[in-house]
């Protein structure tokens, strides 16, 4: 009688034991859950994204500007006589800094294309690919991002380079 009470003590100890393991496990994984998002994000490493797409109609002997001080540029030579832009925004702590990145166009003496960022998030950016017809004037092109090109003449993509490395 004394082994089996001795051995339903021990197993009655060893299933508290197993219980108080798994409590902690669910209570770090609460913990977890109710963290903000930053931290689980920037554990990620994943951005959020939004892609937003717009059209512009240029005219002849109107130019292309782009200030984008923090994210790529990738020029596709067209046959179309619009200028179609996608903007992909990337922002890693928190998705509702998505609302505070924005693509601002003006169309002033052409199409000027602005990144601003609002966020307190440092690795905020916009990615932007820009198809254009293959006889646009660039204007000003401002990126700290890689800037590549498809489709373009010879003489678009070295006026481009030599402005993007000043």
């Not at 892609?51 to 596709?76: C, Q």
């Not at 509702?96 to 294309?113: C, E, F, P, Q, R």
């Not at 966020?119 to 017809?133: C, F, H, K, L, M």
Request: aromatic share 6%.
């Amino acid at each position: 009688m004394r082994v089996l009470i001795v051995v339903l003590i021990i197993m009655v100890s060893l299933n508290l034991t197993a219980l108080s393991k798994a409590r902690s496990v669910n209570s770090s994984t609460i913990l977890r859950e109710n963290l903000s998002n930053k931290i689980s994000v920037m554990e990620r490493n994943i951005p959020f994204t939004k892609s937003i797409r717009t059209k512009y109609e240029i005219k002849p002997g109107e130019k292309l500007n782009i200030y984008n001080p923090s994210g790529s540029v990738k020029f596709v030579g067209w046959n179309k006589n619009y200028v179609k832009v996608t903007a992909i925004k990337r922002v890693y702590i928190d998705s509702y800094d998505l609302s505070k990145i924005h693509m601002v166009l003006s169309t002033l003496k052409g199409l000027n294309i602005k990144t601003v960022n609002l966020s307190d998030d440092t690795q905020a950016r916009i990615d932007y690919i820009i198809n254009i017809p293959m006889n646009t004037s660039i204007g000003n092109v401002t990126s700290r991002g890689n800037i590549k090109f498809k489709n373009l003449p010879d003489y678009v993509v070295t006026d481009i380079r030599r402005l993007a490395n000043r």
